[in-house]
């Protein structure tokens, strides 16, 4: 995808998504002191991802140092976000994650086709949003 910064050129993107089967805690509202834990049938595309497990951020790591945790002014929160790879400026999470057609909210199966999957067997939970949708998973690739 293009950075956000830089005039024409091309930087590799990484995010986690989440297989079908995974859960999420939904806060306790006024009548439930606890929160719910719900389990999704679909895929997910996670952002604004706060602290990782060491063995996650080690499988991070080896694959990658422009994604990162890094603090973002404009949300006024630390969270994983891409660097680009030429200049390192950060890359802001909505338009990789939330609008359609970026790079992780493929419109088509394409679109779709670009992505690698990469399986990691580790346990996972973070503090993330999530986004539910057709992202055409099917035609992603698996490494
Ligand atoms: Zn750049």
């Known amino acids: ?23 999420s805690l939904k806060p306790g509202g006024e009548d439930e ?9 679909e895929p997910s595309v996670l952002s604004y991802i706060g602290e990782l497990q060491p063995a996650v951020v080690g499988r991070i790591e080896a694959m990658t140092r422009h994604y ?3 603090f973002r002014k ?7 976000m891409n660097h680009c790879a030429a200049c390192g400026m950060k890359q802001g999470d909505f338009g990789l994650y939330c609008e359609p057609g970026g790079p992780f ?3 088509d199966g394409w679109a779709a086709s670009r992505v690698v999957l990469h399986m990691f067997p580790e346990p996972f939970n973070a503090r993330a949003n999530t986004a539910y949708g057709d992202f055409f998973f099917e035609n ?3 490494a």
């Open 68 to 70: 990162r945790i890094d």
């Open 105 to 107: 909210s493929p419109l």
């Open 1 to 23: 995808m293009h950075c956000d910064g830089g005039i024409g050129e091309v930087t590799g993107v990484h995010g986690i998504l989440l297989p079908r089967g995974h859960e």
């Open 74 to 80: 404009t949300t006024n929160s630390a969270y994983w």
């Open 33 to 41: 002191q606890q929160g719910r834990w719900f389990r999704h049938d």
């Open 140 to 142: 992603m690739r698996r």
